[in-house]
DNA sequence: TTAAAACCTTAACCTAAGTTGAGGTAAAGT
DNA sequence: ACTTTACCTCAACTTAGGTTAAGGTTTTAA
């Protein structure tokens, strides 16, 4: 009995998942090391990953897209619950926080937004007032920095 | 006639400039080197600044706090005059312009949100149609590589 | 059975946006 | 005059989020 019939379908190598997620399998490896995703190993020393997996890569990458970072997401993940493969209703309570992090930076977002020509526009440069101007102001609750976001054109 | 007498009011040093806006000496030097600001040398070889110089910080500290990356300051920079000092109206195109791309990163963000619970949440990940799970969305619009949808779980 | 494809590890490299430190000069305060 | 502060250059280091390459092993397909 080889090792991929004995796990047939509940199994995949990380060639598998990478084609699958659309990462590379370097990502993977790097994702791992981060503690962000687990594996184990076969008898020839090669990854093998839960279908679970999949969903988190899936997170990592929504959670990136709208700037939350590997480490936010590693913070996250500590939610779920360890021993048991997390249900729809961990993912959701998850998700869920995430929105409204979101709503926090949209909102932050559209606070500068709406300075932005007042400030940069006019002759003032009032720093002592202006969040565009104020060096303390840390993006919400997290001191995240700015959001960075991905190239719109 | 000192060099400070000579040039009062109108010329800053590295240090005087970085304390009024709030950023180290180092990242003056940083931004000179990367062209986002200029000085002249005195007769010491210390670097002088045109008040102008203030502003040009600023909108780069704001820029970056929404999310706009220093090269891309640059190249709004390059529509700034050459020879003169830029007015009033030359910042508020260059801020009316980066408003632009706030509402088009804004609305992209409360997509990416309304989408977040839905995604993360529920158990189909629907990724051919999903904002979150395609990798090469650039807001919408143009055909993305496939991803190959199979059961998860 | 053998060749190709996939996998392994470790280390070095990459960009962005700076920061830190060493070793030396200039300007300012007393 | 002298001492402290400010400034100079250059090189190396930092964090995040990976990527690439080298050299070796395992798995798979013909």
Redesign the interface.
Known sequence: MTESSKTTEATWSVGRVA??C?VKVSTLHFYEQKGLIKSWRNDGNQRRYK??V??RI??I??AQ???ISLEEVKQAFLSLPDSR?PT?ED??L???N??QL??A??AY??K??DY??G?????C?S?TKC???N?E?K?GAQGTG????????
Chains 1, 2 share one sequence.
Do not use: F, H, N
């Open positions: 084609k699958r659309g279908p679970e999949l969903r899936s997170v990458k929504a897209k709208v700037g493969t729809m993912w959701q998850l998700s869920s995430w929105q979101l709503d930076r949209i977002l559209q500068l937004r932005m020509t400030c940069i526009g006019c002759g440069l720093m969040p565009l101007y060096p102001d993006l700015p959001v960075i976001l991905e190239q719109i054109d």
